[in-house]
């Protein structure tokens, strides 16, 4: 098919090289503008735009899929389909009914669970152990369109967002090829989502910070779903420290990772430290500190950061 393919950031790439790579032929694509990143705050262009200027193939980067110029070059154009993943912006009626196939969203979770920006982050959040892709046919409402293919993948204790959001562009870049080889062939099915949906918008810094009085599972997968951003983060000595990565204590062990004695008892959000362990108390169970973030330097090591800061058996501030 001739497709016109969609999406921004790197996630978006996986799909992007296994449509340049397979029988259809990409005639352009579309992404957000150059933005400004960096120290300098120069201008620079998506990583799809990168890609897709790497390759030859025109870059469309209207300020949002509304511009008239854009509807127009779509129309001159006239994809099959536009396959999407993650663009960020909202599609009109007047752009989705442009292409005979429409638009087939690649979205990352098992649909209609997690409907909206942030749907691997709210899932680790949420705990959730399962989760998944699904190509669907993107209408005007959020992420409510039938489902043409789909996968499914347990989620590692330990992986956070960033993680598990690169295993499911790498896994999910197939699941939409098959959708569109399917659209072509004519043997796609189209089945209705089913189910009590839940909502993914973009998560806060508040939501990131950290409330010790919580159950340590549950700010463990906070942390989680907060990795790398927003980063979920707490207060020492009234300064940001962000919380990059824990591990849940196992009932019965104290601080030295050896003892099966009684569970240790630190109050919610004090803190404990060995030459290689950090634990901080919570509402339910001990939290190990594995990766923190001081205000202004780089990631390491909790316990290389304990012994700078000179913890000492202190506490987190409150809110």
């Known amino acids: ?40 705050r120069t201008l620079r ?24 110029g854009f509807l127009a070059r779509l129309a001159d154009l006239a994809p099959d389909a536009v396959p999407v993943v993650a663009y960020g912006h909202l599609v ?35 705990g959730d152990t399962r989760t998944g892709a699904c190509a669907f046919v993107l209408e005007e409402g959020l992420d409510t369109g039938p489902i043409i293919d789909s996968l499914a993948t347990d989620v590692g204790d330990e992986e956070s967002a960033g993680e598990l959001l690169d295993r499911l562009a790498l896994d999910g870049a197939p699941v939409l090829l098959r959708a569109l080889d399917a659209l072509e062939e004519g043997t796609a099915t189209f089945t209705p989502q089913v189910g009590e949906p839940t909502h993914a918008p973009k998560l806060t810094r508040d939501e990131a910070r950290l409330d010790w009085s919580a ?33 849940t204590c196992p009932p019965g062990r104290d601080a030295d990772a050896t003892s099966t004695t009684a569970p240790t008892s630190l109050t919610p959000g004090r803190l404990r430290a060995d030459r290689s362990r950090v634990l901080v108390g919570t509402g339910e169970g001990d939290l190990e500190l594995v990766r923190v973030q001081p205000q202004g330097k780089k990631p390491m090591a909790a316990a290389d950061w304990a012994r700078g800061a000179r913890i000492d058996g202190g506490t987190f501030d409150d809110e």
């Open 1 to 40: 098919m001739r497709v016109v393919f969609a999406g921004t950031p790197e996630v978006a790439l996986p799909s992007l090289r296994a449509l340049l790579d397979s029988r259809h032929e990409v005639l352009a694509v579309l992404t957000r503008p150059d933005a400004r990143a960096g120290r300098g």
């Open 45 to 68: 262009p998506s990583p799809v735009s990168a890609l897709a200027h790497e390759a030859g193939v025109e870059v469309l980067t209207p300020p949002n899929a509304r511009d008239a």
């Open 92 to 126: 009109p009626r007047a752009a989705l009914d442009i292409p005979r196939h429409g638009w087939i969203n690649l979205h990352f979770s098992l649909l209609p669970r997690w409907r909206g920006a942030a749907p691997v982050q709210r899932a680790l959040i949420a």
């Open 215 to 247: 159950p340590a599972a549950r700010l463990h997968d906070l942390v989680r779903g907060c990795t790398p951003a927003p980063g979920a983060w707490t207060t020492w000595s009234g300064t940001p420290l962000k919380v990059l990565q824990t591990r």
